[in-house]
């Protein structure tokens, strides 16, 4: 029965490569036709239900997709196949899906060629595997950050840097860098990486990590999946604890909200009992916000009202944090928690608490997802903007934007909270602004229909106007840009290495061609000026 399902695979394989051939016009080349002699421990799909399911992803924004087959892997084995195939003239384009939730269609491919499923369509047996005694994890690029902290809570461990939604793909964050209210104390995820695995745009398997191919694992880290497809990460861990306190508190005076955030992300170096384990915020411009997901937590038992409180320029800002500790130290905690909120000025008759398990805390969006799946909510149009606004400049973007372009209709959350930049590798391929304190500012808007879609584009448009008018240098993050020219200016000073890079591990350029960075004809070759 195996030998029978690898021939079929090995048959679907000579086709989807025969089919490239005619697509693309090319003559058939010896190492192609060599592949087809290897074959595949996992499937290849070319039905045209499947092949539509890759084009789209959580934005809903583009469904140009190319592929022309999707190969779901059985291992790593399988990826360096079809990668070494596509690295092989006549090139085709590979890009690897985790769990399709990139909003610009990045894990598309702009040429014709092949999608590789890591996530759900994979048939990879490659479990995470904990390392108790050493403190990490071992676990395959496709898995999702819920499944790696199910496993490792088996330890009593968990990583220690989060993004707030945990269906998530491990080398979908660590290729872009994976942020939430933990960064500001942990940094990024891509900060808590010790080793990767990763197939190159050859089609090599290189191990690489700080002190092995440390060229290639800071490049990876944060590099939009330009130089590999990360097929193993080894993610740091550290004693998971048992309860959260989640506090919420309201400011209607930005000074003083974000003089009060950056006071509390200062507190890094801190031991725990003398700072917060999270910190974000979200901006509240109108009643809206009580109908979506970030805001379960404000009940209709609650006291307060938020309509009652008066915001400067119509607009509230909501501080977001916890505190992490053990059952039984609930009493502790609470005067721990009490001694820093002493230290801040919220609004006094606003404080809103609750107390939730670890894991309740950290899956928070997923239960919402749940409700919004139900009523229809969740797969339509998210034309999301996510900036990193430096300090310097932050007051200027709330009166610009929060007081100004928003208006008062958002159509969904819109976070806002500082990092320190000391926390992130500059090595790696992540771009950030030049200061020691910077704000993620996060417009994570939903479209039901087309005239909302194209209002919220419009609106993305005028607040990147607005900041490039304005001189304010702004870096985006999961950066969408359509032209070379683009690009250059978003990666700076990091522009000659990145595409150094590039040229070393991916010299055909077939990887991720979705996000659109090196998206030119095969012919093209990259000049000495472009660099």
Known sequence: MAAVKKKLVIILLAFTICRLILTVGLTVDPT??????????????????????????????????????????????DVVTVVKAAYNRPPFAVSAR?????????????????????????RVNFLPRVYEKEMYVDVWGGELWIHVLKATLEYGLAPMSWTDYLYLSVGGTLSNAGISGQTFNHGPQISNVFELDVVTGKGEVLTCSEDDNSDLFHAVLGGLGQFGIITRARIALQPAPQRVRWIR??????STFSKD????????????SERFDYVEGFVIVDEGLVNNWRSSFFSSSNPVKISSIKGDGGVLYCLEITKNYEQGNGDSVDEEIQALLRKLSFIE??????????????????????????????????????????KSRIEDFDKGVFKGILGNKTSGPILIYPM????????????????????????????????????????????????????????QYLPHYTTLEEWKDHFGDKWTQFNAMKMQFDPQRILATGQRIFDFEPSTVISKDDM
Request: include cysteine; charge should be negative; hydrophobic fraction near 40%.
């Open 32 to 77: 192609l036709t060599e592949i087809l002699h290897v074959g595949l421990e996992g499937e290849v799909k070319l039905e045209a239900s499947e092949l539509e399911a890759v084009s789209l992803d959580f934005g809903r924004l583009s469904s140009r997709g190319e592929a022309l087959a999707v190969v779901q892997p059985a291992s790593e084995n």
């Open 98 to 122: 985790g769990h399709g939730h990139s909003i610009n269609g990045q894990a598309d491919t702009r040429m014709k060629g092949v999608v590789i499923e890591m996530g759900r369509g994979s």
């Open 249 to 254: 508190v309201l400011y209607s005076n930005f």
């Open 261 to 272: 955030q950056e006071f509390l992300i200062s507190l890094h170096g801190k031991p725990a």
């Open 349 to 390: 008759t606003s404080v809103f608490t609750t107390d939730v398990g670890y894991v309740d805390f950290l899956d928070r969006v997923h239960k919402a997802e749940v409700k919004l799946r139900y009523k229809g909510l969740w797969d339509v149009a998210h034309p999301w903007l996510n900036l990193f606004v430096p």
């Open 420 to 475: 320190n930049r000391n926390k992130w590798e500059n090595r790696s391929s992540v771009v950030t602004p030049d200061e020691e304190v910077f704000y993620l500012v996060a417009f994570l808007r939903s479209a039901l229909d087309a005239e909302t879609l194209e209002y919220l584009i419009n609106q993305n448009r005028q607040i990147l106007r607005f900041c490039h008018d304005s001189k304010i240098k702004v870096k």
